[in-house]
């Protein structure tokens, strides 16, 4: 058995064996766990966000009020009953899995991908970290850092990191490059996506043959899954060529209703006609638009009048208080994790969308009890073991040995994500529901 083949058989083992973790095992807390879940540290659990909808029309206020010190909150135990409660079994859903790509066959070309990195790629990819230590409010510090270009500068950085991003996130569930909101706890993080995805399909009302844009679309999964689900003619846009060829070889193959367009959504006016899409929806892409009013202006320029546009991103909840040594240390490990550069507020979101004229219909965590940690914590527990066995791997020289320092930048910070999302200061499941108006 060549080299090759042999890792190749162990990843889609590690992958196969990912999707039945809980099947009849109680989930049991390791010692870092165990440290993250609270034994050491008392988290803001008892000001609970719970999902809120509302009727058209009417504006939910941000996330309910949470302690911004997390030491006066809830007890450890409070944590640790909370892990405890969390799913043991993954459940099968009733879903249409026909527009999801084939896991071994996306591993498998994946791994070749990421086998045949150059070391200036490799290069490339670390050194492109360097905007996630960045904050776009933080013009001085973007330009003391990266220099007076520091546009382009981002730019480079976004294509040399997602383009070998997407192939690390694709060896895992994580092929759609979003841990999804909680819609069902016994779920899959893919049955997860799949749920949001067409719940998303139908509060933006997509009929068959309406013109959707996707707003930073990754590998063209998520549009192909909504095209498949109602019909609909899915654009994507995206700044990476890679995902692109990717998305369009996918949609090809399935015969479906899909363009895909590169471009940078920094870099404006967007490549579209005005007034031209019936829905629109993007998913974490935002914390890496510079400027979100200019960005909604001009979606809200191609949109028609009428249309729905849904938001899925990261956002800072009211709890977190930057001038909080733990809250600022939590936020500086989990934004290179998540590769998130800005950090709105809810609100800083609905001024944004208001400014540029459209009428916020509905705001909310869109995670059951506002916690994404169920399913952060499942892609976490299974790229550390996708790690160590890399690493065996490596040191057996079955495997490249780029694949060390590539695993280890990948998951490092996992545990800072879960703990900051149980402690309700960030989340990347927020959810914004809004309306060009008709006239
Ligand atoms: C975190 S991923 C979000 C998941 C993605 N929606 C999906 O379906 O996989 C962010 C996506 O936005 C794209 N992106 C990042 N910055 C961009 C930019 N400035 N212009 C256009 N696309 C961008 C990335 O290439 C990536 O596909």
């Known amino acids: 058995m060549s080299k090759a083949y042999a890792a190749q058989n162990l990843w889609t083992s590690v992958s196969l064996t990912s999707s039945w973790q809980y099947i009849g095992n109680k989930p049991r807390l390791r010692g870092s766990e165990c440290e993250s879940y609270g034994c050491e540290h008392k988290f803001a659990m008892s000001a609970r966000s719970s999902p809120m909808s509302v009727q058209p029309g009417v504006l939910v206020s941000a996330a309910p009020a949470i302690h911004s010190n997390s030491s006066d909150s809830a007890s450890s135990s409070d944590s640790i009953s909370q892990a405890k409660n969390a799913p043991k079994t993954i459940q099968p859903v009733d879903l249409d899995r026909s527009a999801s790509p084939g896991r071994i066959k996306t591993i498998r070309n994946s791994y070749r991908v990421l086998k045949h990195l150059t070391p200036k790629q490799l290069q490339d990819f670390m050194n492109s970290y360097v905007i996630y230590g960045l904050d776009w409010e933080n013009e001085a510090q973007m330009i003391a850092t990266l220099g007076p270009d520091y546009s382009t500068v981002v730019h480079d950085c ?16 994580v092929e759609k490059m979003y841990i999804p909101p909680v819609m069902n706890t016994r779920a899959s993080i893919l049955d997860n996506q799949l749920l949001y995805e067409e719940f998303v399909a139908r509060e933006i009302g997509l009929k068959s043959g309406d013109r959707v844009l996707d707003l930073g679309c990754g590998r063209g999964r998520v549009a192909a899954h909504m095209s498949k689900y109602t019909g609909a003619r899915v654009t994507g846009l995206n700044i990476d060529a890679d995902q ?12 479906l209703p899909l363009e895909f367009i590169q471009q940078d959504f920094n870099v404006l006016p967007l490549k579209l006609e005005s007034s031209s899409f019936d829905a629109f929806y993007q998913i974490q892409a935002l914390s890496l638009c510079k400027d979100l009013p200019a960005t909604f202006r001009e979606i809200y320029r191609v949109m028609k009048p009428g249309a729905k546009l849904s938001l899925l991103d990261w956002v800072s909840l009211p709890a977190y208080d930057p001038e909080n ?12 994790l998540i ?13 944004a969308l208001q400014d540029a004229g459209f009428h916020v219909v509905k705001s909310n965590n869109q995670s059951i009890d506002g916690l994404q940690a169920p399913l952060i914590e499942r892609a976490d527990g299974y790229f550390r073991r996708l790690q160590s066995l890399v690493l065996a791997l490596v040191k057996l020289h079955i495997l490249p040995p780029h694949f060390k320092p590539l695993m280890l930048r990948l998951t490092q910070d996992g545990q800072a994500f879960i703990q900051a999302d ?14 060009k108006p008709q006239v």
Not at 246 to 255: E, N
Not at 339 to 348: D, F, I, L, Q, R
Not at 422 to 435: C, D, F, K, V
């Open 158 to 173: 976004l294509i040399s990191y997602y383009s070998v991003l997407n192939h690390l996130c694709a060896l895992g569930e």
């Open 244 to 255: 692109l060829a990717s998305a369009r070889s996918f949609a090809a193959k399935r015969r």
């Open 325 to 336: 040594s733990e809250h600022a240390e939590l936020m500086r490990r989990v934004k290179p």
């Open 339 to 351: 590769g998130a550069v800005g950090t709105p507020t809810v609100e800083k979101l609905h001024s």
């Open 422 to 435: 149980r402690m309700r200061l960030i989340t990347t499941s927020y959810h914004i529901l809004a309306e």
